[in-house]
């Protein structure tokens, strides 16, 4: 695995600032609707200053120039080139149409009343409103999907969407034994929240014309990346900003949500098993898990775990073919940094 020698300090975001704005701006545009309540309702999240820190946008736009290969005649590949790079900013696009369409599903299943600091659509204009402006926003992620002509990347986004469905399926049926499973909670994990960036990545290098093996790695990198930023924000949950337990919102825990921590901390002390089959109704069995948890090594193990995938998904980018490529090694750089970055944040 190569060593990496950061010769400048990268910051991730601000190598494609501009991009975002760009693929921001035309997001806006995008949910513009014939019923302008539907339209408001979808561009709730797209609106200036609520977005987020656009993680996902992001890692696809940087993955792009890591893996574009600078076709050899100037004269007519350069709109080859462009071209090229305007289908993966379309695919920043969709996956970004489609992750807002799940947190808004999600809110409403999950009867949210604060999205990103600012109230839930469900909570300002209704559930039947919020899952509207959902499927709204999947039916124009579609449309720029089929606009692509690429059947293995429309396959692959639609398996995206079925598995948000399946995840979300897994987290509200499972039994008391799943709820208890390592394994049940890694797929779920998978399918609620990695499977969306790999398959994005995978699509990003199938756009480039890249071989089985390269869009492999981004896939891996990808699911990588996604696995380890769910395991931090499952430690965040119970943490918040300061290292302490306790001081985060608890929200997964208060919802009946089993996360990695817990599932660590029941390996130390089975006793915690009679207090999870009892679920979190309680705010008392809510306490009694948090005093086990803080006996237990489940924080420092559910970091080790976020920390190996974070690694795994470094080694993805270290395997990838040898550039000489300034803005591809840059790239590269910063997609590593990018691991490291969702490891140490804090919020």
Do not use: W
């Amino acid at each position: 695995m190569a060593i990496h020698f950061l010769q400048e300090q990268l910051d991730p975001f601000s190598l494609v600032a501009d991009e975002l704005s760009l693929v921001a701006n035309r997001l806006r545009a995008m949910v513009v609707a014939e019923v302008p309540k539907l339209a408001s309702a979808a561009e709730y999240f797209f609106k200036m200053g609520v977005e987020g820190k656009r993680f996902r946008p992001t890692v696809l736009l940087l993955m792009a120039s890591a893996l574009n290969v600078h076709l050899p005649e100037p004269t007519a590949s350069d709109t080859l080139v462009t071209d090229l790079r305007t289908r993966q900013q379309s695919i920043a696009e969709i996956t970004e149409m489609i992750h807002v369409a799940s947190l808004l599903h999600d809110d409403v299943l999950d009867d949210a009343d604060k999205r990103r600091g600012v109230s839930s659509l469900n909570a300002v204009m209704g559930d039947k409103f919020a899952v509207l402006a959902g499927d709204f926003l999947l039916s124009r992620a579609c449309v720029s999907l089929a606009a692509l002509k690429n059947t293995e990347v429309v396959s692959l986004i639609a398996t995206v969407v079925e598995h948000l469905v399946t995840g979300e399926t897994m987290q509200m049926n499972a039994s008391s034994e799943q709820r208890c499973s390592m394994e049940y909670y890694m797929q779920k994990t998978y399918y609620k929240t990695a499977s969306l960036i790999s398959n994005s990545c995978k699509a990003i290098a199938l756009l480039a014309g890249q071989t089985a093996e390269v869009a492999m790695l981004a896939f891996e990198y990808g699911k990588n990346l996604g696995l380890a930023f769910q395991l931090i924000d499952d430690v965040l949950d119970f943490t918040g900003t300061s290292a302490s337990l306790g001081k985060g919102s608890l929200s997964d825990i208060r919802h009946g949500i089993v996360t990695a921590p817990i599932l660590f901390a029941m390996e130390e002390f089975p006793q915690l098993h009679a207090i999870v089959y009892q679920g979190f109704d309680n705010p008392e069995n809510v306490d009694i898990a948090l005093e086990y948890l803080g006996k237990s090594r489940g924080i420092q193990r559910t970091r080790e775990l976020a920390m190996k995938h974070a690694n795994l998904a470094a080694a993805a980018i270290d395997s990838l073919p040898e550039s000489n490529d300034e803005n591809i090694r840059r790239s590269r750089r910063a997609l590593v940094e990018l691991t490291q970055r969702v490891i140490t944040r804090n919020k």
